[in-house]
């Protein structure tokens, strides 16, 4: 069977160029929800599971599905410390951290509404814990007294947590001594202090969690293990990247469920215009296609023909609005995380598949709303056509 040149169908959408502008801008709109939608589940994937380290592991009580519901006595911290395995700090000591994790509501730069920041009290083993986090203005809190570092997205988004300021929460005044940028993680979003003085603060009597590092990672099934075994903890080891894996997923699949049924909706609108443009094509050219057929081309030619019209015109929208969607990854946005009720600061984030997924999507489109047209199209008989034309 011959087939009708590329070229041919190329052509026909740049004689039509204004419809077939209009038509695809139809669908790059769709497209761009679509594809803004996987980028946002993308940007808070990532920027969770950035927040955790490969080698540490994370220490909660048994059930627990967040930091700030998780309770760790002092007398299990203490058991958990004595295991075997864990590895020396730079300057002496366990490389382990007992950490009390608490929200807190501060008003937001601006507009002063009211937004909850995850608050952790931790020590200076917080940065040889997480080596993706720098301090890029001021310095490190002292122990023992009433200074705290804000992560970037902290500081430029709340009242009173940027450099040199004053944050008031838990009956004190916090001065806030230090930045810190975390690579983009969740610790951007984080208030960090000294974990003694915060347990006094909200009248903690115990921690929330313990982040330690071990001398092997392969001794992690043997720690889980003899954490879980032992009855007087009541506690479960997690490795950190695994834990922040977990912590993304409720509302990342949440956002990607919901814009997905959007983008279906939005598309039946699309498809709807672009079957409109292509039945106009097929009465526009009703004696081409009996030319084409008296030329020796088959039904099975034609209806690939105008079935590649429709694919190619859905691909100029789509490619249209994945461009529109990739400036998205400039904007910083946030939004609350359904395990912590904590504001996250995250990033658009456009991959591969992201870009493959939205294309598929937008050829998906043209052969639903092409399939009918070029259907009538090549099922038009020939003596008809050119009794038309």
Known sequence: MKAIPLSYIARNLWVRR????LTAGGMALVIYVF????MMSE???STLVATGQADNVIV????????INSGIARGQAAIVESLPGIASAAGGGLLLSKEPVVLNNLPKRGSGKPSNVTVRGTSALALQLRPKVQLVEGRMFRPGSSEIITGRAVAGGFQGAGLGETLRFAGRDWRVVGVFDAGRSGFDSEIWGDAEQMLQAFRREGFSTLV??????????ALKSAIEADPRLQL???????FYAEQSEALATFISILGTALSIIFSIGAIVGAMITMFAAVAQRTGEIGTLRALGFRRGAVLIAFLGEAMLLA???GVIGLGAAALMQAVDVSTTNFQTFAELAFQFKMTTTIVWQTLLFALLMGVVG??????RAARLKIVDCLREA
């Open 236 to 242: 479960e080891a997690k490795r950190e990247i695994q």
């Open 315 to 317: 691909l100029v929208g």
């Open 60 to 67: 909660l009580r048994k059930g627990a599905g967040a930091e």
């Open 212 to 221: 330690l590092r071990l001398q092997d990672s392969a001794q992690f099934d």
């Open 43 to 45: 940007g808070i994937r």
């Open 370 to 375: 092409g399939f009918i047209p070029a259907w």
């Open 18 to 21: 204004v419809t077939t502008l």
């Open 35 to 38: 594809a803004t939608v996987l």
